[in-house]
């Protein structure tokens, strides 16, 4: 399709209107944006992608506020991406600040986008990383992608990530909170906002204890927990120090593995999401577990039964050339 | 095995802490929830199931306690299903009330429950489906189950449920976001709540135009909108007739079907992740994956090559004796 075509090649030649609709197709799933993709796929992986996630109320904003205005004053462009899979409602509280920062200094250095489920069908996480690679495409030098809470939506969302950085603040979401909650085992980087009111001592010392003693015995990189306050501009160059020791770390390490990881699972959920389109709306399987579905079986006896048939048929099959799996 | 069988057992004696146990099951994707089901599944299907949603700050919680108060009186049992797919911290201010509720009474007629994504790893909404089965099996007349936000998620978990209600406030999340955001087109019941608040007469004027007018003209149920203040308790009684309006309508019409077509979907999520796992973790496709995703090859390349393999797989199959699509 030319309109494919040339929207891509507006991307690559830095037109801002061509990011845009190519996240929109992102958002909405559109059928033209794996081929949008496959256009420009060899300018994705120069930007750092950067998640950042914690309870409601630890600041979460104003930190990514304050690291794209630092980030700009260093030169580098920034893109910001809050996603809310709580919400379909787009805009409101979550994006009121971004567009006056945008609109403030009219800055050609800053894109800002936000994503919610609306439009989504379930499929946000999938949808954010392919917004982060048409930003990264686009040459984006860094990715902010923040979330709203911090559920499980929010943890496949930072799937698209390369530094997760968790912010916690004193009162907002504690430290027990945070660990039984598993939000220490996603932290690359663990940031103590609102270091200046009471009780951020006390979390600070939780956490290294917590980092330390307890969650990541096997992890070569040692998660660094970072106090600042976000709002006085406070230790948020720290944030962005412990960020690239990250990406140093990574690039030392195998980046190119963990991303590969990344697109992996990518590919198994675009997979999935195909093979139950193919055999639930295609090949007829809602008539086959309608049949099934007689008396007092329950829904797990009926799809064990399906599960059985289907895998019965893939076992059955003869095996295909260069590709099947052993 | 007999902790199964015991468990049930208890749960058709009307054991509450069995009733616990069974849901820490179905919350935990327990193995042994199947065969559990399975069991008491012939007493599944006496319960209403209630489905309270709508955006934050609507007073779905104050509704919540006052529908389940007011159906005490009428000495039905009641069980509520607080479920909060954006965060895996369970318990705070979704639960606090609640505890209170049920302990100021120590009412055995009602039983209380949240749930949080932390440990459902993606399948809250099976999680909840499999909690209102056990709570309807124990024998509670009223299921009330309450989301926390909006977004997709919320969605899916309305999936259990007989009846949704939607509730709205005038200020928060308006009319016309909820018209943007889908909400009308999953409500049964439109509850505009804090009806004695200035906007409220607006926002009842514009639901009813929405609704009448441009979102619903293929429906044959007609969704009332019911102005209550839950928190004085006025109109609340309204909420519950229109809820039993709806239940009276739907056993009209085909209670059994509408409830077929929800274990549908239910069986479409089983077999899928059933089928995703025997791929990708027992057959190796992430070995494949692996060996296809080389060059500038996108996850979407990749997807669709697999995913043709494992079509052709199944096209090529034998066709299975009593059981395969056409």
């Known amino acids: 399709?030319?309109?494919?075509?040339?929207?891509?090649?507006?991307?690559?030649?830095?037109?801002?209107?061509?990011?845009?609709?190519?996240?929109?197709?992102?958002e909405n799933g559109d059928e033209r944006f794996p081929e949008a993709l496959s256009a420009v796929y060899g300018r994705v992986g120069q930007g750092w992608r950067v998640g950042i996630t914690g309870p409601p109320g630890a600041g979460k904003s104003t930190l990514v506020n304050e690291m794209a205005r630092l980030q700009r004053a260093q030169d580098l462009t920034v893109g910001v991406l809050a996603v809310d899979p709580?919400?379909?409602?787009?805009?409101?509280?979550?994006?009121?600040?971004?567009?006056?920062?945008?609109?403030?200094?009219?800055?050609q250095g800053v894109f800002i986008r936000s994503m919610a489920s609306r439009g989504s069908h379930g499929g946000l996480a999938k949808a954010a990383v392919d917004a982060c690679d048409v930003m990264d495409a686009f040459g984006l030098d860094s990715i902010l992608l923040e979330t709203v809470g911090v559920g499980q939506a929010e943890y496949d969302v930072l799937e698209a990530v390369d530094t997760v950085a968790v912010v916690l603040c004193p009162g907002a979401g504690d430290g027990v909170q945070a660990m039984k909650a598993g939000l220490l085992e996603v932290a690359d980087v663990l940031v103590v906002n609102k270091a200046d009111q009471p009780g951020a001592d006390r979390l600070i010392a939780d956490m290294n204890e917590a980092i330390h003693v307890r969650f990541l015995p096997d992890r070569d990189w040692e998660v660094p927990v970072v106090p600042c306050s976000?709002?006085?501009?406070?230790?948020?160059?720290?944030?962005?120090?412990?960020?690239?020791?990250?990406?140093?770390?990574?690039?030392r390490t195998g980046l190119a593995e963990v991303r590969r990881a990344k697109r992996l699972i990518q590919i198994r959920q675009v997979v999935d999401a195909g093979l139950s389109e193919a055999l639930w709306d295609r090949r007829g399987f809602g008539d086959l577990a309608d049949r099934e579905l007689v008396g007092e079986r329950t829904p797990y006896d009926v799809a064990d039964s399906i599960l059985k048939t289907v895998l019965a048929e893939i076992s059955a099959a003869p095996t295909a050339t260069g590709g099947t799996p052993a």
Request: aromatic letters at 6%.
């Open 230 to 251: 976000a709002g006085t501009s406070f230790g948020v160059e720290d944030v962005l120090a412990a960020i690239a020791d990250h990406r140093a770390y990574l690039e």
């Open 1 to 26: 399709m030319s309109s494919t075509a040339s929207i891509t090649d507006r991307l690559l030649a830095g037109d801002r209107t061509a990011l845009a609709r190519l996240i929109t197709w992102a």
């Open 86 to 107: 709580s919400s379909p409602f787009t805009g409101g509280a979550l994006l009121g600040d971004r567009i006056r920062m945008e609109d403030r200094t009219m800055d």
